[in-house]
């Protein structure tokens, strides 16, 4: 077997991308992250990418972007042991897993013991493709394009999503870093807003992560006073038919497990889950 770890995010996907395709609804974020990274949508302090073949063929890939957990994708145990054992040699410092279940619980166990440390999981997540919207009802109002005038609105719903979320979270909700992202997202018109009766925006959903052939709906967030109305359903709805209308063969979304309702609703619209993400993290 063969370990290799990549000075530049374009080496990596030109490598690996067919592995990646293979499984391209699966692989949405590997793909999407890489994509962000390339046109510049995203900046981090450091990203790892690697891999390892077997006879010629790439049977494991890995991505972390600093300080974000490994993400992580193998097709066998043997690949994923050898993986392991090389990285761990690196030094680097995991702050937690994420990956299709099996493969981020076999990871995190590996690391725990090694750094002799706790972990827990953090999510439990489904990815879900959707190629064909089915009529479901939504609420009165409308839905828009958001602007720049929504700027602050957005950069604090973001903050509060990822919250809502069961992600961690710090510092200044307003930081230039949060507003310099929204700013991108809106001025490429990835974010999209319910608007109700009364004029006010209740909901947003975003367009996220852009593979191949499809993308990824993200960020869906309603604030507590406005839940239980369907807004998110009709958000979501509006952005997956924006999706499919571009020429896309499939919309994608990431649902939290401990979220039935939500769930259930995308079932409804037309989502299918395809495979269960797990996030683990090392307890502080």
């Not at 046109?39 to 981090?44: H, L």
């Not at 493709?129 to 919207?133: P, S």
């Given at each position: 077997m063969e370990y290799k770890r990549y000075k530049k995010v374009e080496e990596f996907l030109g490598e690996c991308k067919g592995f990646l395709m293979e499984k391209e609804v699966e692989n949405n974020l590997f793909l999407g992250i890489c994509n962000d990274i390339i046109?510049?949508?995203?900046?981090?302090e450091?990203?790892?990418c690697g891999s390892v073949k077997k006879e010629g063929e790439i049977k494991l890939i890995a991505l972390m972007t600093v300080p974000h957990n490994l993400l992580i994708d193998s097709r066998d145990d043997e690949s994923l042991e050898y993986f392991l054992d090389k990285m761990y040699k690196e030094n680097l410092t995991i702050p937690g897993t994420n990956g299709r279940k099996e493969t981020s619980k076999k990871a995190i166990e590996y690391f725990s013991e090694k750094y002799n440390k706790e972990y827990e999981c953090a999510m439990n997540l489904r990815v879900y493709?959707?190629?064909?919207?089915k009529d479901v009802s939504i609420p009165n109002g409308h839905f828009e394009m958001a602007t720049m005038k929504y700027h602050e609105l957005i950069t604090r719903w973001m903050y509060d999503a990822t919250i809502d979320f069961g992600m961690k979270v710090e510092g200044n909700p307003l930081s230039e870093e949060r507003l310099n992202r929204a700013e991108f997202l809106i001025k490429n018109k990835k974010v999209y807003i319910w608007i109700d009766e009364a004029g006010k925006p209740v909901t947003t959903a975003m367009r996220m992560k852009k593979t191949d052939h499809g993308e990824v709906v993200g960020m869906v967030y309603t604030p507590k006073e406005f839940r239980r109305n369907g807004y998110a359903t009709a958000c979501v709805k509006v952005v997956s038919e924006e999706i499919l209308k571009e020429g896309n063969r499939f919309a994608a979304l990431f649902t939290d497990l401990a979220n039935p309702i939500s769930n259930s609703i995308y079932m409804k619209m037309g989502y299918e889950p395809i495979c269960d993400y797990d996030q683990y993290e090392f307890e502080k």
């Open positions: 046109i510049g949508a995203r900046e981090y450091e990203v790892y493709e959707l190629t064909k919207v």
